[in-house]
């Protein structure tokens, strides 16, 4: 059966700028990390994207090697397109990023301008595009210059590529040049994506700020710290959660301290008719240089509890207080090496 977008897809979302460019994005986006792979049955991939598109979530963020196996979330996302999403392409905000490792050899990961460029040709070509919205800058590469790593993301623009570009976990100072960098190029920083948490707050010292004056968007990734602040580990790890396999969520973060802060944390969501997850969730768009906060989803179900979050952003300054005594580092920033620079 032909897919038609639900008619008021648009009265579900509600929207934020970029910082200050001209690109707003919805308050709640869907990200194709985890569970978007060829692993999963492209059926529920499909069911997932179609729904949030008719919620409002017209952005679709994606990397060159999200899976598993690389790649095989932007070659789904492609079949996706081509079969539901494509008469809707210029409603659509679809993001890609490099900096991981991607293929063997020495150019198949960090921030050198051959590997950006190939990743990201080889991006538009899994996914059937011949451009992406946002193109990022995945982490900093220590030992490639700043300039070349920038000059790649402006080359990007250049050739119609990219028609913005953002950077993934970069530090405030870092962040700082990056902008000043593309700002001499004459490519605007429009977005960072950093991890964000109530269990993760790094980015509160001084990238927000440096954000702020900037003019630059932020869409936080991990905000439920993945899967830690939702009702999941209340009692332990179940089998078959992502804690329970191989991965990105080890079980030694669950231990009985970080055990303690979710409870109470649930509990101040219960009081206010909220689920964990939703209270985590509003939580990081409680502070308006937060564009927007970057879900993923195993099944409909998820997704839409997850969008529900926005019925109720509202914190009180006696609930915020109350959050913040528990909502303190967990040491689960797996993507720290890459800030601190």
Request: with cysteine.
């Amino acid at each position: 059966m032909t897919y038609v977008a639900a008619e008021n897809r648009y009265e579900r979302m509600s929207y934020r700028r970029s910082g200050r460019s001209g690109l707003t994005l919805p308050g709640v986006s869907l990200g194709l990390w985890q569970n978007f792979g060829h692993d999963r049955p492209l059926d529920t991939s499909r069911a997932i994207v179609r729904r949030a598109f008719d919620l409002g979530i017209t952005h679709f963020d994606l990397a060159n090697n999200y899976g598993p196996p690389y790649g095989s979330a932007e070659e789904n996302f492609g079949r996706l397109l081509h079969q539901d999403l494509g008469p809707y392409r210029d409603e659509l905000l679809i993001s890609s990023k490099a900096g991981y490792d991607m293929w063997p050899g020495p150019y198949g990961e960090w921030g050198s301008r051959k590997y950006l460029l190939a990743s990201l040709d080889q991006s538009l070509e899994r996914m059937g595009l011949d451009h992406v919205d946002i193109f990022y800058s995945h982490r900093f590469d220590p030992e490639t210059p700043l300039e070349e790593t920038m000059g790649a993301l402006d080359t990007a623009v250049r050739q119609g590529k990219a028609l913005y570009v953002g950077i993934s976990s970069y530090s405030a100072a870092k962040t700082r040049e990056a902008h000043a960098i593309l700002r001499e190029l004459g490519t605007p920083l429009v977005i960072h994506q950093p991890s964000y948490s109530m269990l993760n707050r790094w980015i509160e010292p001084e990238l927000l700020d440096a954000l702020g004056e900037l003019g630059v968007g932020c869409i936080v990734f991990s905000p439920l710290a993945q899967g830690m602040l939702t009702d999941k580990y209340l009692d332990g790890i179940p089998e078959g959660s992502r804690a329970s396999r191989d991965g990105s969520l080890s079980p030694s973060l669950i231990d009985e301290q970080a055990l303690a802060k979710i409870k109470a944390l649930n509990e101040i969501a219960a009081q206010r008719g909220q689920t964990l997850a939703q209270l985590a969730l509003a939580w990081t768009l409680r502070d308006p240089r937060v564009t927007s906060t970057l879900v993923g989803a195993s099944s409909v179900e998820q997704l839409e509890a997850n969008v529900a979050t926005l019925k109720k952003l509202d914190l009180t300054e006696e609930e915020l207080a109350e959050i913040d005594r528990y909502a303190t580092e967990a040491d689960i920033n797996l993507w720290a090496s890459s800030s601190s620079n």
